[in-house]
């Protein structure tokens, strides 16, 4: 069975600037060591914020175009829809999360993940009894 997991931006940010090295390490295993058997979801949200983080860090155009094409490259992007922005509604009032974690959220149920991977939402936190957050960084 293929696991479908959504990589939330601080994941991706966290292997592209390898500013942490605890944390680049434990980023890399993770989008590395599930290989054949998962499929990456993200959103054009995602690499919005990734391309923000890098810009900030001053990388270059070029860099930030690599970058972005290995993201395409190796994950499924799920677009926004009407069905996304409806079910991030009803998991914010559920749950209490910020506008854009809600969108997160929702996309990711919505592609029909098992598992979110983000530092910023709260670990073990099972959403609609369909999806894990899971912060991979908490030992």
Do not use: H, P
């Not at 290995?70 to 209490?96: G, H, N, P, W």
């Not at 929702?106 to 894990?132: P, W």
Request: charged share 25%; proline share 0%.
């Amino acid at each position: 069975m293929t696991d479908k997991i959504f990589v939330d931006s601080n994941i991706w940010v966290y292997m592209f600037l390898q500013d942490n090295e605890e944390k680049y390490k434990i980023a890399e295993d993770c989008l590395l060591e599930k290989g054949a058997n998962t499929t990456f979801i993200i959103t054009y949200q995602i690499i919005n914020e990734v391309s923000n983080a890098l810009l900030r860090n001053e990388y270059s155009e070029m860099e930030i175009r690599e970058i972005i094409e290995y993201m395409l490259k190796i994950c499924t992007i799920q677009d926004f829809t009407k069905e996304i922005v409806l079910l991030a509604s009803s998991t914010r009032e559920a749950y209490s999360f910020s506008f854009w974690d809600s969108i997160i959220v929702g996309s990711a149920l919505f592609s029909g993940c098992n598992m979110l991977v983000s530092e910023d939402m709260q670990n073990g936190l099972i959403v609609n009894r369909k999806l894990l957050i899971k912060n991979i960084f908490k030992k």
